[in-house]
């Protein structure tokens, strides 16, 4: 697997053997491949799937601030606004799927006016979240998002990844997600989720 680094011990992205050589077979049908990179940006809006946006560039034209490496004769661009949103990710590739990115970070949560999102219960339910509920919900493909509670009980959330847009993704929020977040964090008596499912495209589970 080859790396994109931006210094010795700073990993960006991973490149998965075969996603390599099928965005090399890729390139090498654009004209001037010679002088094409590949730019790899994150779309970016709270409270929605991350967006990426891989497309073929002239590397000579990429902003000052992009970070440019070659990986294994693949120039790779990666705008210094996508960075921090795609570090330690793995782009893979396969015959079924096709070009497919594998990434730990999750999109930042959505402001919602009138909630609360940084108190002692807001602390507590994104503590159980990050311990308890996304490391079971990530063997499905998915995750919540902690998005604010109203003071009178009920927590905000946002489902990604394998939940969004998941037949199931109903009843996993009210049977699992709720009932730990009640039983873990006083004052917790109702979980609503903020997702519009009708945007989940392709789900892993579904």
Do not use: W
Not at 117 to 130: G, L, N, P, T
């Amino acid at each position: 697997m080859s790396p994109l680094v931006t210094n010795s011990s700073d990993t960006i992205i991973e490149i998965t053997p075969e996603a390599l050589a099928k965005l090399l077979e890729l390139r090498d049908e654009e004209p001037e491949q010679e002088r094409l990179g590949l730019r790899i940006e994150v779309l970016v809006s709270p409270g929605e799937e991350y967006k990426y946006d891989l497309s073929f560039d002239v590397v000579t034209q990429a902003a000052f601030t992009d970070e440019v490496r070659t990986i294994e004769g693949l120039k790779i661009i990666v705008p210094q606004s996508s960075i921090e949103h795609i570090h330690g990710a793995t782009l893979d590739y396969s015959d079924r799927q096709g070009l497919l990115m594998r990434n730990p970070n999750k999109p930042p949560a959505p402001v919602v006016e009138g909630l609360v999102r940084d108190d002692e219960m807001s602390a507590s339910i994104e503590a159980v979240i990050a311990t308890d509920i996304n490391p079971s919900l990530a063997a499905h493909g998915g995750f919540v998002t902690f998005v604010g509670h109203d003071t009178e009980g009920t927590a905000y959330l946002t489902m990604g990844g394998g939940c969004h847009g998941c037949s199931m993704s109903k009843m996993t929020m009210l049977e699992g997600v709720q009932t730990t977040l009640i039983e873990q964090v006083p004052g917790v008596v109702k979980v609503r989720d903020l997702t519009d499912h009708a945007t989940g495209s392709n789900p892993f589970y579904s």
